[in-house]
């Protein structure tokens, strides 16, 4: 079974900060997905990245795929309240089925 | 499309009975997953099918747990008998590639 880290476990942060959050395994994967869960609902997909280097933009989201497809970072600029929610990554080994690491929740205070 | 359609959305049950959550995925989509998220241990897969066939069922806990997948529209998790340690959000999930996956609004079930 893949293990996959995210960090940090919590982030409180005030509206209009920078912040990063990260996703880090020593398996490689063939992909790897980014969601957010809001309360009370499902994890919503926001990005899937495949190359290794890849560099995606989401509006003010920027997601990275380390160059070894081990790792991948998001990072978020200039936080808004409405990005209050647990981010998840997902990885893919090629296995047909994704490995979910256990979430940043993300407070972004007004 | 109304996107993936978990029902019901909150079932509380007393231990020993029987329980069956159902899932309805978005049309197209040929790979169904069954998450159940808990506090402790995150989002656990439990079983997925492909093309409505089984694929890998290791993640069921025990025998109490069985799916099924009678046609492309519908799925079923059932738990029988329940235990008060099987509350959770039980999430139902569906795609068509690259592990890209559509989640439902998920079941919270409740073992009193």
């Known amino acids: 079974t893949q293990l996959l880290e995210q960090s940090p476990q919590f982030l409180s942060i005030q509206e209009g900060e920078n912040l990063t959050v990260y996703c880090n395994s020593s398996?490689?994967?063939?992909?790897l997905q980014w969601y957010r869960q809001e309360p009370g609902e499902g994890p919503v997909l926001l990005v899937t990245v495949v190359t290794g280097g890849e560099v995606k933009k989401l509006k003010r989201l920027t997601f990275q795929f380390g160059d070894a497809r081990k790792d991948s970072s998001l990072h978020i600029t200039a936080a808004q309240p409405g990005d209050t929610g647990l981010y998840l990554c997902?990885?893919?080994?090629?296995?047909?089925?994704?490995?979910f690491g256990d979430g940043t929740t993300l407070t972004v205070k007004p | 499309d109304a996107g993936v359609i978990q029902s019901p959305r909150h079932e509380v049950t007393e231990m020993g009975q029987e329980v069956t959550l159902r899932c309805k995925p978005i049309s197209g989509h040929n790979s169904l997953f069954w998450y159940r998220q808990t506090m402790m241990r995150g989002l656990e897969l439990l079983i997925y099918f492909n093309n409505n066939v089984p694929i890998d069922d290791s993640g069921m806990p025990e025998d109490r747990f069985s799916a099924k997948m009678p046609n492309a529209s519908f799925s079923t998790l059932k738990i029988q008998p329940s235990e008060p340690r099987d509350s959770a959000v039980y999430f139902c999930a569906g795609g068509t590639g690259l592990n890209s996956y559509t989640f439902g609004s998920g079941t919270r079930l409740t073992v009193v």
């Open positions: 997902a990885g893919d080994t090629n296995a047909g089925k994704s490995t």
């Open positions: 398996s490689v994967f063939s992909s």
